[in-house]
C-alpha cells in the first residue's frame, strides 16, 4: 500500500521556524523524485520545492528560495522541508507528493507527482 504521510506542521511566529517531514512508503522511496506544494486559503495549490531521488537537483519557487530547504535522506524513506525566517504569507496546508515514476526528473507542477498526502497545517502569525 502505498503512503504519504507528511508531519510537523504547526503554529509558529513571524521570523520563525520549523521543519517538516514526510514518509513514502510502499514504493521505492530512493527511486523517487519528491516535491513539496501548499494551498493557502482562497488561492490554488502552488509548488513550493521539489528534489530529484539522488538529492544532486533542488528546485524552488521565487517566493521561498533563501528561507526554505528541501532535503531527502533516503535510508528514512524521509523528505524535509526546513522552512525558516516564515512571513504570515506562508499560512498554507503543506503538502508532500512522490513523482509519477522511479528517476523521472522532479516537476514545477502537481502533474507531475502520482502520489499525495493528506497535508499539514502551517500557521505563522504576524
Known amino acids: 500500500q502505498v503512503q504519504v504521510v507528511e508531519s510537523g506542521g504547526g503554529l509558529v511566529q513571524a521570523g520563525g521556524s520549523l521543519r517538516l517531514s514526510c514518509v513514502f512508503s510502499?514504493?521505492?522511496?530512493?527511486?523517487?523524485?519528491m516535491g513539496w506544494f501548499r494551498r493557502i486559503p482562497g488561492k490554488e495549490r502552488e509548488f513550493v520545492a521539489s528534489?530529484?531521488?539522488?538529492?544532486?537537483?533542488?528546485y524552488y519557487a521565487d517566493s521561498v528560495k533563501g528561507r526554505l530547504t528541501i532535503s531527502r535522506d533516503n535510508a528514512l524513506n524521509t523528505v524535509y522541508l526546513q522552512m525558516t525566517s516564515l512571513k504570515p504569507d506562508d499560512t498554507a496546508i503543506y503538502y508532500c507528493?512522490?513523482?509519477?515514476?522511479?528517476?523521472?526528473?522532479?516537476?514545477?507542477?502537481?502533474?507531475?507527482?502520482?502520489?499525495w498526502g493528506q497535508g499539514t497545517q502551517v500557521t505563522v502569525s504576524s
Open positions: 528534489i530529484n531521488w539522488s538529492s544532486s537537483n533542488t
Open positions: 510502499g514504493r521505492t522511496f530512493s527511486k523517487y523524485a
Open positions: 507528493a512522490a513523482g509519477s515514476s522511479p528517476y523521472r526528473a522532479p516537476e514545477l507542477t502537481g502533474a507531475g507527482y502520482a502520489y
